[in-house]
């Protein structure tokens, strides 16, 4: 079992990296008392877990004896154990908490946030002595997680593009980080024969396949997208959603996603047609 202990201070990141783990396929378990960990180990080898992340703070209250024990056995036992903490500048600190206005875990030990601060600093130094440090002060999230991925080797989460179809008579979709507007394609809603078929009919197929306009659109979509989804990879995004809209969200829309589909397949593409999921 591959296992990745992440620690740090509060604010440092400590979520951002997570989250980085759990993109990427790791099981993730947040602040576990440390003299829960054998047991936990135990139950996700029995479960045939393969990678593990484990984030300990100082909301824990651990005793570092405990989690040395811990590493020892999970290291005499075979398993690959990579453990980082995660440090930050108190003026960073300060700022970040500032701005989320959250209360630090020792606040209520009537300390001041800056006394809190070194108070936590003193109790994790011995986890940080054996951990390889990463100082955050100057990273941002992307930052972050480009820096641990590295640094751990971990692959890059797939790419999920999601497709949707939908008519812009019925508004714009939710969420949709592109729309593209296929209204000036060929409509054939105003041909009666072809208008009770959908995007997803062989009537309607033939008749936009014969249309060089619909693959001339087409194409410039396929490069835009191809041009651009490899750096949204790079920023290690989870998921892109690309609304296509023509009138109804019957005919044009679908049809253009459905042939986008085809030419991104080398990405992980989820494809939907609002207009044409059944009514509730």
Known sequence: MRIVLISGLSGSGKSIALRLLEDVGFVCVDNLPAPMLPDLMRYYEKKGIEQLGV???????????????????????????????????????????????????????????????????????????????????????????????????????????????????????????????????????????????????????DYFSAQTIVADMIDDLEYFLKRWLPKMTEESRSYVNIGIGCTGGQHRSVYVVESLAKRLADYAVLVRHRQLLPVV
């Open 55 to 205: 984030s300990i703070d100082i909301r824990s209250r651990f005793r570092f004896s405990d989690v040395c024990h811990w590493i020892d056995t999970v290291r005499r036992q075979g398993h690959r154990l990579d453990i980082v903490f995660l440090n930050t500048d108190d003026a960073v600190l300060l700022r970040r908490f500032s701005e989320t206005r959250r209360s630090h875990p020792l606040a209520n030990e009537q300390k001041t946030l800056l006394e809190s601060l070194a108070a936590e600093r003193g109790y994790m130094q011995p986890l940080q002595n054996i951990a390889y440090t990463v100082d955050t002060s100057l990273l941002n999230a992307q930052q972050l997680r480009h820096f641990i991925q590295q640094w751990l080797n971990l692959p890059v989460a797939p790419l999920r593009i999601v497709l949707e179809s939908f008519g812009f008579k019925f508004g714009v979709p939710l969420g949709m980080d592109f729309v593209f507007d296929v209204r000036s394609l060929p409509n054939p809603f105003y041909d009666p024969v072809l208008r009770p078929y959908t995007g997803l009919d062989l009537p309607i197929k």
